[in-house]
């Protein structure tokens, strides 16, 4: 399970370090994909294989299906982790997440989150969890 938060900085040619901790899990290949909320969403091979199960099994006559489908898959590459404990951080990707220098990365339980800092920040500021945790409740879980 990926949890915990880590601020990083990617270089000029758009290297990122990835924790150790995400690294034993992650192993030296995984895949990143654009996510939600102008995040982006790095699964192990075996969830991702998972996702990607759960995708194919959705009805392709439905176009928010199609258009479901083609967001996480079109976005979706394959990396690998170089000597220093590096990936190199796709151009379309940087691009989506708006990715330049501070990055954070979140552990989410099955898949890790990668945001600017700058959109992160704003993230937690915008986010009011005393009315979270009552639509949360709402959904049977409580804490």
Same mark, same amino acid.
């Given at each position: =399970? #990926?949890?915990?938060?880590? !601020?990083?900085? =990617?270089?000029?040619?758009? /290297?990122? &370090? %990835?924790? &150790? $901790? #995400? /690294? ?5 290949? +995984?895949? %990143?994909? $654009? *996510?939600?909320?102008?995040?982006? #969403?790095? +699964?192990? !091979? $075996? !969830?991702?294989?998972? +996702?990607?199960? $759960?995708? &194919?099994?959705?009805?392709?006559? @439905? ?11 079109? *976005? ?6 170089? @000597? ?11 691009? #989506?997440? *708006? ?7 979140? *552990?989410?339980? @099955?898949?890790?989150? %990668?945001? &600017? ?11 009011? =969890? !005393?009315?979270?945790?009552?639509? =949360? ?5 409580? +804490?």
């Amino acid at each position: =399970m #990926f949890m915990s938060q880590y !601020n990083h900085t =990617m270089d000029a040619k758009g /290297r990122l &370090s %990835i924790p &150790s $901790k #995400f /690294r034993e899990q992650l192993g030296d290949e +995984f895949v %990143i994909t $654009k *996510g939600m909320d102008g995040c982006l #969403f790095v +699964f192990d !091979n $075996k !969830n991702w294989a998972e +996702f990607e199960e $759960k995708l &194919s099994a959705l009805p392709m006559g @439905k176009l928010e299906t199609r258009q479901y489908t083609r967001f996480f898959l079109a *976005g979706a590459t394959q990396v690998e982790v170089d @000597k220093q404990g590096r990936i190199l951080m796709p151009t379309q990707l940087r691009t #989506f997440a *708006g990715l330049e220098k501070d990055v954070v990365l979140v *552990g989410m339980g @099955k898949r890790i989150e %990668i945001w &600017s800092a700058e959109r992160w920040t704003a993230m937690e500021e915008g986010v009011d =969890m !005393n009315a979270i945790t009552e639509a =949360m409740a709402d959904l049977g879980l409580i +804490f």
